[in-house]
């Protein structure tokens, strides 16, 4: 089945403007739904209120709802003071912006630093922040309700590829760079660094918090995948499977799988608290031996991310095609084209898919399925119960069996 097109956001291009540098890296929705953020090349970072796209796409169409978003929206002057309505922000990084984050504060949650007395910004309920990586290494913070640089986080020496934030609304930072580390940031505690995690031989691509933040996953130029357990900064296992390059990952809403795309063609799906894998979904068929899976193809996979019901796993491939799966089927459930696919990122509920390409970014509506009882029962008991706790549960084996994801 092909999925059906919701929209797109087109960039505004040139005929001397440069091929290299106007890629769009990377796109993010911000944890309340109420931004969409892409990278529209050549250092500029594009916000957006998200409710507004939609409905500029449900009323003029695909094409003309591009253009309405362009021209419509009513942008923030930096004195209006009203931090809580989302405006239209055209952010200019100085650098070619390889990734981005949404942040958002809970202010129960204190800083790991017990002597702070002071903050350069007051941190309140409504506080939502934008981290934008670098290609010089920077790290820029920003205050998504105002377009205004908070932060300028300057420790690493190459390309800051990934960044995520805690889920926990603590305003932990964690960032994967191509000078082989993943550095901690506590932006409660005016950015300072907290730790440096080292292990990885070569870049690091990705990295992806676990819904309760206690785990964080990293991925890079190499073929395992790294899980750290964050509360003591230490590497808690490899995960080996892949024959080639690892280039995204992220968990399940109920942090009992995690997915990660490879230059191998392949989607794993992991159990990652006992290291096994329960699904792959192939983008080449039949699937490459191990010593071509190693090499170029027409299918590296470049980015995965799980769909909020947990049911669905949308992957992007080089063979111009987006995929969305289900976790219990072998084949995708919806397909569409889409050329020189680079990052892609489900909307806050769920409802649509966005994926960049070359500064412009494309929308397509979720394989809509209602969750069975069964399903919404087993992500509950999974927030909550790692696979080992689950196995030791006194039920019938069937039980355990679907609680592990394994049926």
């Not at 990705?206 to 991925?219: K, M, N, Q, T």
Request: glycine fraction near 8%; hydrophobic fraction near 40%; charge should be neutral.
């Amino acid at each position: 089945a092909r999925s059906r097109t919701v929209g797109e956001l087109l960039a505004p291009t040139s005929p001397f403007d440069k091929k290299c540098g106007r890629e769009n890296w990377t796109v993010a929705f911000a944890p309340d739904g109420s931004y969409l953020a892409w990278s529209q090349g050549h250092r500029i970072v594009k916000l957006l209120p998200w409710a507004q796209c939609l409905n500029n796409f449900l009323l003029h169409g695909t094409k003309d709802g591009a253009n309405a978003v362009s021209t419509r929206l009513p942008r923030q002057s930096s004195e209006s003071g009203q931090k809580n309505k989302p405006c239209e922000h055209i952010l200019d990084c100085g650098d070619i912006v390889w990734s981005l984050a949404f942040g958002s504060s809970v202010p129960e949650k204190q800083s790991r630093c017990v002597n702070i007395e002071w903050h350069r910004f007051k941190f309140g309920q409504d506080q939502l922040l934008l981290a934008t990586g670098l290609n010089n290494g920077r790290i820029k913070i920003w205050d998504a309700y105002t377009g205004k640089l908070l932060l300028n986080l300057m420790d690493h020496t190459e390309v800051v590829r990934d960044l995520t934030f805690a889920p926990d609304g603590s305003l932990i930072l964690v960032s994967a760079s191509r000078d082989k580390t993943l550095r901690v940031w506590d932006l409660k505690d005016d950015g300072n660094m907290m730790k440096v995690l080292r292990g990885h031989p070569n870049w690091v691509y990705g990295c992806a918090f676990s819904p309760d933040s206690s785990i964080l996953c990293s991925v890079g130029a190499s073929k395992a995948v790294f899980l750290w357990e964050m509360d003591k900064y230490s590497m808690l296992r490899k995960l080996e499977g892949h024959h080639n390059d690892v280039v995204a990952c992220e968990f399940s809403p109920d942090g009992a799988l995690l997915a990660t795309a490879s230059y191998d063609t392949r989607v794993y799906v992991w159990d990652p608290h006992i290291g096994v894998i329960l699904r792959e979904f192939g983008h080449l068929f039949p699937p490459p031996t191990p010593i071509f899976a190693g090499g170029a193809n027409d299918r590296w996979v470049r980015s995965v991310c799980f769909s909020h019901d947990g049911l669905h796993v949308a992957s992007l491939a080089d063979d111009r095609m987006v995929r969305f799966w289900r976790i219990d089927e072998e084949y995708p459930v919806q397909v569409a084209p889409l050329n020189n696919g680079l990052c892609c990122a489900f909307s806050t509920d769920g409802s649509v898919l966005a994926a960049g390409q070359d500064g412009s970014v494309f929308f397509w509506a979720t394989p809509s399925q209602v969750s069975s009882l069964q399903h919404l029962c087993r992500m509950a008991i999974r927030r909550v119960m790692p696979t080992s706790q689950v196995k030791n549960l006194p039920i019938p084996c069937k039980v355990v069996e679907f609680l592990c994801y394994q049926i």
